[in-house]
T-cell receptor, first 115, second 115 residues
Framework: GAGVSQSPSNKVTEKGKDVELRCDPI?????LYWYRQSLGQGLEFLIY????????KSGLPSDRFSAERTGGSVSTLTIQRTQQEDSAVYLC?????????????FGSGTQLSVL | GDSVTQMEGPVTLSEEAFLTINCTYT??????LFWYVQYPGEGLQLLLK?????DKGSNKGFEATYRKETTSFHLEKGSVQVSDSAVYFC??????????????FGRGTQLTVWP
């Protein structure tokens, strides 16, 4: 596709359930990021994949959060035993180093609501 | 650690007013600086960037100058339009050699422009 695609666009779940969020980056982009956007909290970094390097997981808020990137392309963010404070918009972005600097392309996000 | 602090919103202006959104940063290395914009219902997109001290990034009438002495990257526009209403994010990235670092975002500043 032409841009970063995320699915689902909206997800409503019950507290304690597991959820999986999917990101299809732009083809050929080597870097992939997950961010979380909460009302009044701005953008919170979660995890960063760059090529074949070990991912930077320093932003994951707890061990209930995990992410993988298969074949250097599609990524899945998994939240286990969801809590109400997990409610947020989860944004995925991919990038391609271009001329020595990196331009990030964001998807439209997945709105997660935990009831 | 690396971080970005930006002016809290919301900012409300009349059309053709002058805009400044302040952004200061803390970085352990020599960062590249960015402004991203999120229009209502859309994903984030890059607005402008600067990669070294005294560089001025500009796009769509917006400008920001990389000031190393004051560790700032304030966003300005001489005459705002209703269509500029959006959330603006300041961001930085510190690269380590040939390895691109991750982006650190500020909390975002909501701008509303009235006709």
């Amino acid at each position: 596709g032409a841009g970063v695609s995320q699915s689902p666009s909206n997800k409503v779940t019950e507290k304690g359930k597991d959820v999986e969020l999917r990101c299809d980056p732009i083809s050929g982009h080597t870097a992939l990021y997950w961010y979380r956007q909460s009302l009044g909290q701005g953008l919170e970094f979660l995890i960063y994949f760059q090529g074949n390097s070990a991912p930077d997981k320093s932003g994951l808020p707890s061990d209930r959060f995990s992410a993988e990137r298969t074949g250097g392309s599609v990524s899945t963010l998994t939240i286990q035993r969801t809590q109400q404070e997990d409610s947020a918009v989860y944004l995925c972005a991919s990038s391609l180093q271009d001329g020595g600097w990196e331009k990030l392309f964001f998807g439209s996000g997945t709105q997660l609501s935990v009831l | 650690g690396d971080s970005v602090t930006q002016m809290e919103g919301p900012v409300t202006l009349s059309e053709e007013a002058f805009l400044t959104i302040n952004c200061t940063y803390t970085a352990t290395g020599y960062p590249s600086l960015f402004w991203y914009v999120q229009y209502p219902g859309e994903g984030l997109q890059l607005l402008l960037k600067a990669t070294k001290a005294d560089d001025k990034g500009s796009n769509k009438g917006f400008e920001a100058t990389y000031r190393k002495e004051t560790t700032s990257f304030h966003l300005e526009k001489g005459s705002v339009q209703v269509s500029d209403s959006a959330v603006y994010f300041c961001a930085l990235r510190v690269d380590r050699g040939s390895t691109l670092g991750r982006l650190y975002f500020g909390r975002g500043t909501q701008l509303t422009v009235w006709p």
